[in-house]
């Protein structure tokens, strides 16, 4: 059974979000302070996180931070503010999604299912040893899910390795933020493409000599992004 911990200071939403996921199978624990939150968060396995922005003692940002710091546990970031300046900042410390208040339980539930299916599939075992994808200056070990520039290792969050592996192993293939939305987070994009251009700019900065004009990642206008060859 998969575990979802539920870092939430406003305990009937918690209470509501925890109902609708014990109906998913899935086992639920919830914190209300941002320290004890994040302390089990490090300390404790789980599958998932639900993470409340705004929260008592330690904010979500910084229990965002920490997590990342230690693990890659998908986080669903959840919040009342709808500043684009707060989605872009929380996806930028690690969060591999945002959903703002109010929100259907069914939806946060579905959310929840296909981040753990596509989780799961990339972690599982029996995947051919050393695929690795060589372009130039850039080494993509998607066995070990790990990047390297010019033989020095970068550190990605899940969501930023899964797009720029999937670009990678499209070449000169030119798609579109919804496209790239639905591939990897797997559900309709419903104009929440500012996740797109957030993590694509995420990884430029730590592939890119200047991101200004990019050599690897090409910005393609009014169309999308594409990966040069």
């Excluded at 989605?87 to 753990?116: N, Q």
Aim: charge should be negative; include cysteine.
């Amino acid at each position: 059974m998969n575990t979802i911990l539920i870092i939430e200071d406003e305990t009937a939403i918690a209470e509501l979000e925890k109902d609708y996921l014990e109906l998913s199978n899935f086992e639920v624990t919830i914190e209300n302070d941002g320290c004890e939150g994040a302390a089990r968060a490090l300390n404790e396995d789980f599958d998932l996180i639900i993470l409340d922005l705004m929260l008592p003692n330690m904010d979500g940002f910084e229990i965002c931070k920490i997590i990342r710091e230690k693990k890659n546990t998908p986080i669903i970031m959840v919040t009342a503010k709808k500043d684009d300046i707060d989605k872009i900042r929380g996806l930028g410390l690690g969060a591999d999604d945002y959903i703002t208040k109010p929100f259907s339980p069914s939806e946060l539930v579905a959310r929840v299912k296909a981040h753990l299916a596509r989780y799961k599939r990339l972690t599982a075992s029996g995947m051919p040893e050393n695929e690795v994808i060589e372009i130039r200056s850039l080494k993509i070990d998607k066995t070990a899910r790990r990047v390297y520039l010019n033989g020095e290792e970068k550190t990605f969050t899940t969501k930023e390795f899964d797009l720029l592996t999937f670009l990678a192993q499209h070449p000169n293939h030119v798609f579109s933020k919804e496209e790239l939305f639905k591939e990897i987070w797997e559900m309709e994009s419903v104009g929440d493409i500012a996740t797109v251009t957030v993590h694509i700019k995420k990884i430029r900065e730590k592939i890119e000599k200047s991101t200004s004009k990019p050599q690897y990642i090409e910005t393609i206008w009014g169309v999308g992004y594409r990966f040069k060859v």
